[in-house]
């Protein structure tokens, strides 16, 4: 497993993609809404800064981990080459069955 696509750009999303960077994935942060993926973003580089202030992450591991996470919204490109999806939108259930709906069209099988 090399990519991860996060569907949800909010408070479970970025922490998700975070750890996911931080262990050497690539990431795909996925929502549909650019401010969404804009403060997902500005989150996760605080984060990140806060582990290194800790020393529990060096400042080029940080910056590497950044580096390797890329956000879209585009369902589509977010999801063709992912080998895990993992949904962290919010809790709605019609949004939830769409997205599973979605993804059973768009996404690799297996």
Known sequence: MKHVTVLGAGTMGNGIAHVFATSGYSVTLYDIAQPALDRALG????????????DLLTAADAKAALGRIVSS??????????DLVVEAATEREDLKLQIFRDLDALAPAG
């Open 43 to 54: 989150t996760i580089q605080k984060n990140l800064d806060r582990q290194v202030s800790k």
């Open 73 to 82: 919204m585009d369902l589509a490109s977010a999801v063709a080459h992912a």
